[in-house]
């Protein structure tokens, strides 16, 4: 450790750097000219108050050594009090070479660190991934995008090499194994459940839990099947085979469903849902109609259980497909997904029983404002208005 003068002075020179640091971050030029590189500090008792808190003379002389280090160097000039001796009492400390500062110091200067950390971000990046921009611009300018400094770019390195693999390794199609994966990039199981809120910046769902992030990118702990019930005289269709479905429903892994065949009167119902309690208490109701099929999402499903339900929904054509999710951010956010995919197999997708104000038995909690307003955007965006309208005269999850 220091002694307390050199440290004191060492002090000084890292404000000095920083406040460099803040000239070049304001204009975002990385690499900056000369006369960005020049600060200055004159030496008062506010402006340099560790110079200042050395009561000892020993101390003093010791901060006076060290600067001249640094001035040795030719990192820094000073400006002496002559009215105090020869060099009794520092007048003004002006930075001239933050690098050769920050070589003495043993440090990396900010607006390096940044521009290297933008360096390896585009090293990873590929037309298929996240756009950077936001990030790249961020760091430019000194910010840390989703809580992430330039110091701390791996985290961000690591994200893309993540929803990088699973692009490639198939997760659109089939479920991965999350701790597989990420054994595999990082020889460490739990690598990618550590990156949750990164993942969650990129690709722009803050908010969600930590599964909810890994389903949206096909990474499961725990592959689910899709269970599906519905008429009897139906066969849902696996690779060449015909599978009939059973009561009260039968369970297939979603890469394997290619499409439902149904004899006699057609589906007129689709219903997905979100929980597997609901589902299983929906699937044995023996008032279901002939023309119901329900299929349970396994939460909020992976990319695969979404390609395997557009293909359910092409082969069926159904005239009305729903949703019963959970009444919250979450169970909304599932319902846009669902939506999304339904109508990319050209249907309109319609929420069943998540109207606060008629569905809601024994509500949980209160509801904050900013929480209605997400609901509130997701509904408008789909057209949901009776829900949103329910939610603010009944505020409750």
């Known amino acids: 450790m220091p002694r307390p003068g050199a440290a004191a002075?060492?002090?000084?020179?890292?404000?000095?750097i920083k406040r460099v640091a803040n000239k070049v971050f304001a204009e975002g030029n990385l690499a900056p000219s000369a006369v960005q590189l020049s600060a200055s500090f004159k030496t008062t008792q506010s402006s340099v108050p560790e110079y200042y808190g050395l009561e000892r003379f020993a101390d003093r002389e010791e901060y006076h050594a060290r600067l001249q280090v640094f001035i040795d160097a030719g990192a820094v000039t000073a400006d002496w009090d002559r009215s105090a001796g020869d060099r009794?009492?520092?007048?003004?400390?002006?930075m001239v070479s933050p690098m050769k500062a920050a070589e003495?110091?043993?440090?990396?200067?900010?607006?390096?660190?940044?521009?290297?950390?933008?360096s390896q971000l585009n090293a990873v990046m590929k037309a298929s991934l996240p756009a950077i921009d936001h990030i790249v611009e961020g760091w430019r300018h000194g910010k840390a995008p989703g809580g992430v400094g330039a110091d701390k770019y791996k985290q961000f390195v690591d994200c893309m090499r993540v929803i990088d693999a699973a692009q490639s390794q198939g997760a659109l199609e089939k479920d991965l194994l999350l701790r597989r994966v990420s054994a595999q990039l990082f020889g460490d199981t739990k690598r990618i459940e550590s990156l949750s809120r990164q993942l969650a910046f990129l690709i722009d769902g803050p908010g969600e839990t930590e599964d909810d992030i890994f389903a949206r990118l096909g990474l499961v702990k725990f592959p689910q099947p899709m269970l599906i019930s519905g008429p009897m005289n139906s066969r849902v269709q696996v690779a060449n085979n015909l599978v009939?479905?059973?009561r009260p429903y039968l369970g297939l892994r979603p890469d394997t469903i290619?499409?439902?065949?149904?004899?006699?009167k057609p589906v007129k119902f689709l219903l997905t849902i979100e929980n597997l309690a609901s589902f299983n208490e929906a699937a044995q109701d023996t008032a279901n109609p002939d023309d119901l099929l329900l299929i349970y999402?396994?939460?909020n499903p992976t990319p695969s259980l979404l390609a395997a339900y557009q293909r359910l929904l092409s082969s069926v054509k159904p005239e009305t497909v729903m949703h019963w999710g959970d009444i919250d951010v979450g169970g909304f956010r599932i319902a846009a997904r669902l939506s999304d995919s339904a109508a990319e197999a050209g249907h309109k997708l319609e929420l069943w029983c998540m109207n606060s104000t008629t569905s809601t038995v024994n509500p949980s909690r209160k509801v904050e404002e900013r929480e209605i307003q997400k609901i509130g955007d997701i509904c408008e965006r789909y057209g949901?208005?009776?829900?949103f309208e329910g939610l603010k005269k009944l505020p409750v999850f």
């Open 9 to 16: 002075c060492n002090h000084t020179i890292e404000r000095l």
């Open 88 to 94: 009794g009492q520092l007048a003004r400390i002006t």
């Open 104 to 118: 003495h110091l043993d440090i990396e200067l900010p607006w390096e660190v940044a521009s290297q950390a933008i």
């Open 244 to 246: 009939p479905l059973v």
């Open 258 to 264: 290619r499409g439902l065949q149904v004899t006699g």
């Open 297 to 299: 999402v396994a939460g």
């Open 384 to 387: 949901w208005n009776s829900e």
